[in-house]
């Protein structure tokens, strides 16, 4: 039982490159969100899926795509990067139980935009 | 708009202290509250989730208690460690699968 995993775990681009960052959970959640954390500022949410085939905008989703490609998988995609987009990125899958909904996170991926 | 902060933003005390985290957001219609600790360069682990009908819940060392109508929520830690030391993170879980994020309290345990 690995949780929730992301990869890569570093990447480094030019300003107008394209990537995806993958992100995987073996919990069987419906739910999973992409976060990204600045220095000084917490984490905000990018984009949110509610459940397999349904995608949402969150706080800051400018500049990026996601794809709830199954249940396991949920994709982010910064199509042109941009040194502005340079940060840490975690994702998380939520269990739900009871009304309690327990949001549980990969180990992050670090992009630096030059 | 939901603000969340969190204060101090950097705390350090000696082994063995008695400690509190606080914890304060501006709308008090929320659904949840989760408070997390993130080791550096880690992701985020959940240490207490606080549904809105409860006042508080606790594990282990640790206590957390919910005031909706103040806005302010509480970390207690007992008898503190040097594995203690890492940032806790506060989080207000709103309608419509928002969750607003602290900035974190960086907690550092002197042995």
């Known amino acids: 039982n690995a949780g929730v995993t992301q990869t890569p775990k570093f990447q480094v681009l030019k300003t107008g490159q394209s990537m995806t960052l993958q992100c995987a959970q073996d919990m069987n959640h419906n739910s999973m969100y992409w976060y990204r954390q600045d220095p000084g500022m917490g984490l905000r949410l990018i984009y949110y899926?509610?459940?397999?085939?349904?995608?949402d905008k969150g706080e800051v989703p400018n500049g990026y795509n996601v794809s709830r490609l199954n249940k396991r998988e949920f994709s982010l995609r910064l199509e042109s990067a941009a040194p502005s987009q340079t940060s840490v990125y975690f994702c998380?899958?939520?269990?739900?139980?009871?009304?309690?909904?327990?949001?549980?996170f990969g180990p992050g991926t670090r992009l630096t935009v030059l | 708009k939901q603000e969340v902060t969190q204060i101090p933003a950097a705390l350090s005390v000696p082994e063995g202290e008695n400690l509190v985290l606080n914890c304060s957001f501006t709308d008090s219609a929320i659904y949840n509250l989760q408070w997390f600790r993130q080791d550096p360069g880690k992701g985020l682990t959940s240490l207490l989730l606080?549904?809105?009908?409860?006042r508080e819940q606790t594990s282990g060392r640790l206590n957390a208690s919910l005031d909706k109508s103040s806005g302010r929520s509480t970390l207690y830690i007992a008898a503190s460690q040097p594995g203690d030391s890492a940032t806790y993170l506060c989080?207000?879980?709103?309608?419509?699968?928002?969750?607003?994020f602290g900035a974190g309290t960086r907690l550092f345990v002197k042995a």
């Open positions: 606080i549904q809105s009908s409860q």
């Open positions: 998380a899958s939520i269990r739900t139980s009871g009304g309690a909904d327990t949001q549980y």
């Open positions: 989080a207000v879980i709103t309608g419509g699968f928002k969750t607003i």
């Open positions: 899926s509610a459940s397999e085939g349904t995608t």
